[in-house]
């Protein structure tokens, strides 16, 4: 049997470029790995902390699916399902919960920011935690286990999680015999980071990202909006700057070679941004139609999903009556 390579991704916004370069396309691109077998998951339980009105929920989960096939994930060589649509993830989440320290979620990153953050307003420690941000390292480690994985695939920022998740399997494995495989994190470097429109790392966060299925007029209307400096048309410019960065990503070589003659020469704004559209809009042109057709054909991807949540479900159930029985619970 492959090793099995899993991750999951929350949906809790509309993908944009910046997610795409820096994650969906390197995911997309390891899911062909023929020496392993892949399962990526919509982590809608992991969302309930960060996304708290139903529509917005249901509105991502979408987005999220379409992105993802649409990126060229195929189900039929993966495994592709929603979370919730797994309830075995949620009863392992409780058998984890009684090997796992309390200790151990105290330093969790994302549970000190939180605590971090109330005291500096003179709150108290918790008034911004909830149990699920609390526990939220465990159910991930639940879904990592219930599957036998052997390597999660994510950014830096989710390592610590990951070494939980092993902690974990190693605590309960030295209590009752081993039963998990010890899972090993795979820290996609992200491939340098995309600049969004006014230069500053592409994110929701800072507002300037440009969502990667808007439509042709949005597309440019972002692009024509890309902060420049007040160089002239005829003065040679730098490509250390956001058109340029962002030309890179979609170009091929010799378009890029040739731009990059333009910049040295001389160029006017209006006519990189003008370019950059062309190749930009050129790449994604294809995966918006696919994305377009999924979104308005959505029961087609609700099929995809529970055909993924009922071979995750086989493997799911044997893991978890594997681990009940240890426990003494059959
Ligand atoms: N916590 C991850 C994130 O925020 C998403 C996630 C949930 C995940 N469960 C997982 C990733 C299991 C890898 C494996 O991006």
Known sequence: MNKISLTGVKPTGTPHIG?????????IEMS???????????????ALNFIKKKEELVQFTKEIACTWLACGLDPNKIVFYKQSQVPEVTELNWLLCNVTSKGLMNRAHAYKALVEKSLEAGDDPDALVNMGLYN?????????????????????????????????AKAFNKRYGNTFVIPTEIIQESVATITGIDGRKMSKSYGNQIPLFCTEQELKKLISG??????????????????????????????????????????????????????????????????????????????MLDAGATKA???AKETLARARAVIGLD
Request: charged fraction near 25%.
């Open 226 to 303: 890309i902060k420049t400096d007040s160089s002239l048309p005829t003065e040679p410019k730098s490509t250390d700057c956001a058109v340029f960065s962002l030309y890179k990503l979609f170009a091929n070589k010799e378009e890029l070679e040739a731009m990059a003659e333009r910049f040295a020469k001389g160029i006017s704004w209006a006519d990189a941004k003008a370019e950059l559209y062309s190749v930009a809009n050129k790449y994604l042109t294809p995966m918006r139609e696919k994305y377009n057709y999924y979104m308005t054909h959505y029961d087609e991807v609700e099929k």
């Open 32 to 46: 062909n790995n023929p020496e392993l077998d892949s399962f990526y998951f919509i982590a809608d339980y992991h």
């Open 19 to 27: 997610n795409y370069f820096g994650a969906i396309k390197p995911a």
């Open 136 to 168: 939220y390292p465990i159910l991930m480690a639940a879904d990592i286990l219930l599957f036998n994985t052997k390597f999660v695939p994510v950014g830096a920022d989710q390592k610590q999680h990951v070494e939980m998740a092993r902690d974990i």
């Open 313 to 315: 479900r086989a493997i």
